[in-house]
């Protein structure tokens, strides 16, 4: 029998059933659903509708079914029910007869599917911030022992300035710190207890909202009820931020890829994460980072979903609101795979350390330090930039590299222009001069390593 029974004569026509039904996805809100149920239970003996005695027996079967399910955790979707609020309202019954029913007293799947989803919703999160700072350790374990590795930086995808291979790890782990604040300022704000808001308009039992707050460890009730049951808003924190945390995974497998392609060859995979072709025997190809970059579609898509889905929807609950919770779940698990394969990526990769220093040589990426080189000379910046970009030319037209030509040719550009240049255009020279805070010299990239290990990344105390 259906919820309502009392108030229908027919039963439900049977493809509308199964179109109502959410068991197939938010049974995974069962161990909340227990646990908000307990919490429940123990405001219903303060608002005098259970007793003490009732109290117990109800937890003491909401526990067993927890044991229970926590053991077979598919059970709930094998059953025919609409949803996992209304499982585990069955259970207690099944197991517990006419004290089973009196749980729902003050209550609605409204305020609960949120409280429970809410509820969940921290774990994730906690879970999230656990991979996130795994990936940073492997990046901060590779920047370590790349360090000396110097490649061409880019920007327009041309070679630009010589930086350290360590350096471009360490730019990610600071998008990921982003990523981390992010979803803590979201747990932060979602942080907040809907449950005893029911079905829009609170309850007339004298339930202490406070103490079922603190009970589930909320920080505080939530302030208005129509708002409690309608709002997502903490749906769309966490997909946005998953949103972001992809968007900075897209871009980080495509350096890769593009590091990895014949044009570059500065990086090579090992073949236990790599695919071959069915065709092109000799193909080797980086499926994994290319799944991250296309995953990163899906992740989007949830977010523009639950965005369209709450546009336009009116106070208070709506049952477009159970659109609210598969493409979280896919999102959060699209996340969470993706960041373990990026961290398996970082930890295997192998680098090319001849070719990415031989590209970051052949490219002029010294051209602006030898127009450094002319100010240290007395010549204003802006002359001597058109003054390098002469030299440049000849130097393309003789086929050779800057540091490779010869003095006298170089001072016919500009007689200031002495011996000690090579040394100063000299590849190593650069990257050591680079050392403004957050540069590419080993002294900052040492720093930036250093406070990237002092952060415990491992721990988020929730
Ligand atoms: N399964 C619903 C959801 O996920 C909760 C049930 C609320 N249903 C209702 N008829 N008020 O949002």
């Keep these: 029998m259906n919820l309502w029974g009392g108030r229908f004569s027919n039963s439900t026509e049977n493809n509308f ?16 659903d227990i646990k908000a149920s307990i919490a429940w239970s123990k405001s219903l003996v303060q608002g005098k509708v259970l007793t003490n005695q009732e109290q117990i027996q109800i937890e003491k079967q909401l526990n067993i079914l927890l044991k229970n399910v926590t053991e077979q955790p598919n059970d709930p979707k094998k059953m025919d029910v609409e949803d996992i609020h209304t ?6 019954v099944e197991n517990l007869g006419e004290l089973g029913k009196k749980l729902h007293t003050g209550r609605s799947r409204n305020d609960q599917v949120t409280t429970d989803l809410k509820l969940w919703c921290r774990i994730q999160i906690k879970n999230l911030i656990k991979n996130i700072c795994n990936f940073q350790n492997q990046l901060v374990e590779k920047a370590e022992t790349t360090i000396d590795v110097i490649m061409p930086g880019y920007t327009h995808l041309q070679r630009a300035q010589p930086i350290r291979f360590a350096h471009w790890c360490l730019a990610y782990y600071e998008m990921l ?9 979201s747990l932060h704000r979602l942080n907040t207890c809907p449950l005893g808001s029911g079905a829009l308009s609170g309850t007339s039992w004298n339930i202490d909202r406070k103490a079922l707050a603190d009970n589930m460890n909320f920080n505080a009730p939530t302030n208005n009820s129509l708002d ?21 995974l897209s871009r980080f497998s495509e350096d890769l890829i593009f590091f990895s392609s014949n044009e570059s060859n500065y990086i ?7 695919s071959g072709s069915s065709l092109m025997p000799q193909k080797k190809n980086p499926d994994i980072l290319e799944l991250i970059r296309g995953k990163c579609g899906r992740v989007y898509g949830a977010l523009i979903g639950i965005l369209v889905t709450l546009k336009g929807l009116p106070l208070a609950y709506n049952k477009d609101l159970q659109e609210d919770k598969e493409g979280l779940i896919d999102a959060i698990n699209t996340w969470n795979n993706s960041l373990n394969m990026a961290s398996l990526v970082i930890k295997k990769i192998q680098l090319n350390k001849t070719i990415c220093y031989q590209s970051a040589q052949e490219s002029y990426s010294n051209a602006t330090d030898l127009a450094d080189y002319l100010v240290t000379k ?31 040719i170089l001072k016919q550009f500009c007689n200031v222009i002495e011996n000690d240049v090579f040394q100063y255009i000299a590849i190593e020279k650069i990257i050591q001069n680079h050392n403004t805070y957050g540069g590419v010299s080993k002294e900052q990239v040492l720093i930036a390593l250093r406070n990237a290990k002092k952060k415990n990344n491992t721990k988020y105390i929730l």
């Design 17 to 32: 059933k199964k179109f109502n039904q959410s068991i197939k996805f938010d049974y995974i809100l069962v161990k909340e």
């Design 87 to 92: 499982w585990v309202e069955k259970k207690l």
């Design 177 to 185: 710190e982003r990523d981390k604040s992010r979803l803590k300022d």
């Design 228 to 248: 409690s049951v309608s709002d997502r808003d903490y749906v769309i924190d966490i997909l946005s931020t998953a949103s972001i945390g992809m968007m900075h």
């Design 268 to 274: 090579n995979f090992p073949d236990d994460i790599t």
């Design 378 to 408: 007395g010549i204003a910046f802006r002359n001597a930039h058109y003054i390098v970009g002469k030299i440049v030319l000849k130097a393309i037209d003789m086929k050779v590299t800057l540091e490779k030509m010869n003095l006298n």
